[in-house]
């Protein structure tokens, strides 16, 4: 009898997983169609977008956010919490203004300050302006003679960022920022001005290259009036440029991400992670970066709960703060849960406004492109869809994947992100709302369905392993762009290596 009952129990088990895998399936399919429904999606960034506006992390707007969200969660039956980490430095600017001048010119352009640009003397600061064209080492050379540029404000064109050049544009414009900003510290400038990128008298700000650690007064200049400026230079005006610049704070602080969860039965102690970040700039009320996106996680988690799908992995969502400066929620996040990180199956993020979604960046990870082509079978009408392999710095994947742990970054179209990017024109009406829905059902089917895999085919990687693909992928410039590159190399900031 000890070789007759596994056998009469095979068809009975058998039918048991084609059963459990019919209902996973089914759970799949009505997330998507529930997602794809009207929904609170829209209603909800227009709430933050709207009502809370930007979100600078440690201003009050910020918290508020961070409240507003878990309240959502709780509404939704959703167990969540707030989580502390530190932030380095406060920054936040009260109030800021230029005039641009000589004995027969006075004008007064707008200007924005960079993230951690140190407040000036009530006074102001004053200096001639040196045309410095875009910025390269051949344009230092030729005029840094006899120590000529030393206290000098250091005007730098811009190339002009659209929806046509789009994010690859964007990215040259930090990488183009961190031989500039070495090169003003080395000569001794007295600060930058960098022309804005965008038309139409359109500010914006983003990270300096240096980060928190920013020494330098760094400022954006409407385009139209750096262009004047540049004229009158190079007519042989000599202008001298005076910023008053008052900024809030300077000490760390506690910030708070949101993190809610829906539990797995079968393996709960293994997670799915899904993250977008709640802080954004104070110019425009951060809808492209990252309202839409926060509402999103929101909706996915209310959905899930909603259709009472209980998936077999523990789904965690994360609503990221800090990630403007330096993705310090994300890298909080990883070192809040240093001692569960093995247990983390994958960590996917998105954050590119609500461009149309193409696959996903894998960051380095051949053995997962597999199950992620899978999990996006249901949602193929979509598509099409392809994975990216190159690794993505940036963004809050970026902790994750340096600790070894498999890691997601939405590839989407540009649309309209580059044009609004951290700029006053981040708002509710930019947003695709009918792409953001289906974005919405590209993301549930993918995190719900990798909850749902029978196996999970891919480990944690080590520190070698971490080690090679920084190697491999020559990712060192791109952490260097966004002022990363020091601290895994003091071992302050990835997996210990």
């Not at 506006?53 to 959502?72: D, F, P």
């Not at 007519?235 to 797995?264: D, H, M, P, R």
């Not at 196996?455 to 966004?482: G, L, P, S």
Request: no cysteine; aromatic share 8%; net charge negative.
């Amino acid at each position: 009898m000890k070789k007759i009952i596994p056998l009469l129990l095979i068809p009975t088990l058998l039918i048991n997983a084609a059963y459990a895998t019919s209902i996973f399936n089914s759970d799949i399919e009505n997330l998507i169609t529930t997602l794809k429904a009207p929904t609170p999606i829209i209603s909800d960034l227009k709430q933050l977008t709207d009502e809370i506006g930007g979100r600078l992390t440690g201003t009050q707007a910020n918290k508020k956010s961070v409240n507003w969200a878990l309240k959502k969660f709780h509404e939704a039956g959703v167990t969540a919490k707030k989580e502390p980490f530190t932030m380095p430095r406060a920054w936040s600017e009260k109030t800021i203004s230029a005039k641009v001048f000589n004995r027969q010119i006075n004008f007064s352009p707008r200007i924005v300050a960079m993230p951690f640009t140190k407040k000036t003397h009530y006074r102001g600061l004053t200096a001639i302006i040196v045309n410095l064209n875009k910025g390269t080492e051949s344009d230092f050379e030729k005029v840094n003679t006899d120590l000529y540029l030393k206290d000098k404000w250091l005007l730098i064109e811009t190339d002009i960022l659209d929806d046509k050049i789009g994010i690859n544009g964007l990215f040259q414009e930090y990488t183009n920022a961190v031989t500039i900003e070495e090169r003003a510290l080395a000569v001794e400038a007295t600060g930058i001005i960098y022309m804005s990128s965008r038309p139409k008298n359109l500010l914006y700000r983003h990270l300096p290259s240096s980060g928190v650690d920013n020494k330098l007064p760094i400022v954006v200049m409407e385009r139209e009036s750096a262009q004047r400026t540049q004229r009158l230079i190079n007519s042989g005006e000599s202008l001298k440029l005076t910023a008053q610049i008052n900024i809030l704070g300077e000490k760390s602080y506690q910030a708070n991400n949101v993190v809610a969860e829906i539990t797995g039965d079968t393996f709960p102690e293994q997670i799915v992670l899904i993250g977008a970040h709640i802080d954004s700039f104070d110019l425009g009320t951060g809808a492209l970066d990252n309202g839409a996106n926060v509402s999103l996680v929101i909706d996915l988690a209310r959905q899930i709960k909603k259709l009472g799908i209980v998936p077999k992995r523990t789904i965690r969502f994360v609503l990221f703060n800090g990630e403007e400066q330096g993705m310090y929620g994300s890298w909080g996040y990883t070192q809040t849960h240093i001692d569960e990180l093995d247990n983390h199956v994958l960590a996917a993020t998105i954050d590119i406004g609500t461009g149309a979604i193409s696959g996903f960046f894998i960051n380095g990870r051949e053995e997962i492109k597999a199950s992620v082509d899978s999990v996006l079978h249901p949602v193929a009408e979509l598509g099409p869809f392809s994975q990216v392999i190159d690794p993505v710095v940036g963004t809050d994947n970026y902790d994750f994947m340096m600790q070894g742990i498999a890691n997601l970054v939405a590839n989407q179209a540009n649309a309209n992100y580059a044009s609004n990017y951290h700029a006053q024109s981040d708002t509710f009406d930019k947003v695709d709302q009918q792409q953001l829905k289906i974005n919405s059902a590209i993301m549930g089917a993918t995190i719900l369905g990798i909850a749902n895999l029978d196996e999970i085919q891919w480990q944690r990687q080590t520190a070698e392993q971490v080690v090679e693909m920084v190697e491999k992928f020559n990712i060192e410039q791109a952490m260097k762009t966004f002022g990363l590159q020091q601290s895994w190399r003091d071992n302050k900031r990835g997996i210990q290596h």
